[in-house]
């Protein structure tokens, strides 16, 4: 008798756990990707006339990238919220499980002493109408990975969170003025990146991991022109007007970007700007014929970010 059609797929895409340091994040969990080992190879010249030979040198991990939901019960908030807040850097190890389509598992991964080297929040668009994802990028220092033994893989322990939506926010900034932010339509991804330096040593095949600097990301966002001019006016004074200082003092400012439930009601997550200024004003091409909105988009450098719940 032929197998049936569940039975004889061998793995599917969306059946796949994800637990790290105990924690059974399946349920938060998009999707996840990278943590095998990568050798480079390199070539080595043995005589003017003869091919060159082939040898294996670096060996690495592939970073893993994880894409997690944004809400309140999901613990990666809270090692997150560490590293930026406190710079209190933690190493996880975890496991990847990749199943067929009846939950059971083909392929095990396990990482061990990974440090997060890059943290992306999501684009806010007033026009959008997807869920709002973190996303996560890790390098480990050690890992393993084996044939699946077809043992049911964890699912997911936790009850379906609501997810936040990224149609739904608010964008505050206190500058010099009364800056006024209420029409923002767009606010474009922040990607916080952590410096992680490989020390190779002796007698072993993979490096080291150090965290390092943390790098802070750009704040761009867009804004239709004929409510611009309160912005416009403080990059006036910035760019065109000002002489700058060293310390900022007399054009930097602060703000505050925050997430909203769905009904614009209730504060979600905020996420607060420390030492900002613009240094960047485009207005979007203008084309003939176009009945699109005149918007124009700012760029502000951030000297610092807080992390918020």
Same mark, same amino acid.
Request: hydrophobic fraction near 35%; glycine fraction near 8%.
């Given at each position: ?79 997150? /919220?560490?590293?930026?807040? &406190?710079?209190?850097?933690?190493? =996880? $190890?975890? #496991?990847?499980?990749?199943?067929? *389509?009846? +939950? ?103 490096? /080291?991991?150090?965290?390092? &600097?943390?790098?802070?990301?750009? =704040? $761009?966002? #867009?804004?239709?022109?004929?409510? *611009?001019? +309160? ?79």
């Amino acid at each position: 008798m032929p197998a049936s059609p569940v039975s004889s797929k061998s793995y599917a895409v969306s059946r796949f756990g994800v637990v790290i340091d105990g924690m059974d994040l399946t349920s938060y969990v998009k999707n996840v990707e990278g943590g095998l080992h990568k050798v480079e190879s390199t070539k080595e010249q043995t005589g003017s006339y003869n091919h060159p030979t082939n040898h294996l040198a670096t060996r690495t991990i592939e970073p893993i990238t994880l894409e997690i939901g944004l809400c309140k019960a999901n613990p990666i908030l809270d090692i997150v /919220e560490k590293i930026v807040n &406190q710079r209190q850097h933690k190493r =996880l $190890s975890g #496991h990847i499980f990749h199943a067929d *389509a009846n +939950s059971k598992s083909r392929f095990e991964q396990e990482f061990m002493r990974a440090l997060v080297t890059e943290i992306s929040l999501p684009a806010l668009d007033a026009a959008g109408k997807e869920l709002a994802m973190l996303k996560l990028k890790m390098q480990p220092e050690e890992a393993t990975f084996k044939a699946g033994d077809k043992t049911s893989i964890p699912m997911g322990s936790e009850k379906p969170q609501k997810t936040w939506q990224n149609n739904s926010f608010r964008l505050d900034l206190d500058g010099p003025g009364n800056i006024n932010t209420d029409h923002v339509t767009k606010v474009e991804g922040l990607t916080i990146g952590v410096t992680a330096k490989p020390i190779q040593r002796g007698g072993f095949l993979l490096p /080291e991991y150090m965290p390092g &600097q943390i790098k802070m990301p750009k =704040l $761009s966002f #867009h804004v239709p022109l004929h409510h *611009a001019a +309160s912005l416009i006016g403080w990059f006036e004074k910035v760019a065109a007007k000002q002489v700058a200082s060293a310390d900022g003092s007399g054009y930097e400012g602060s703000g505050a970007l925050t997430y909203l439930d769905t009904t614009t009601s209730k504060d979600l997550y905020s996420i607060t700007f420390e030492g900002l200024a613009p240094e960047q004003m485009t207005i979007l091409k203008s084309e003939g014929g176009s009945a699109t909105l005149k918007t124009c988009k700012f760029d502000f450098y951030v000297t610092n970010i807080k992390l918020n719940t």
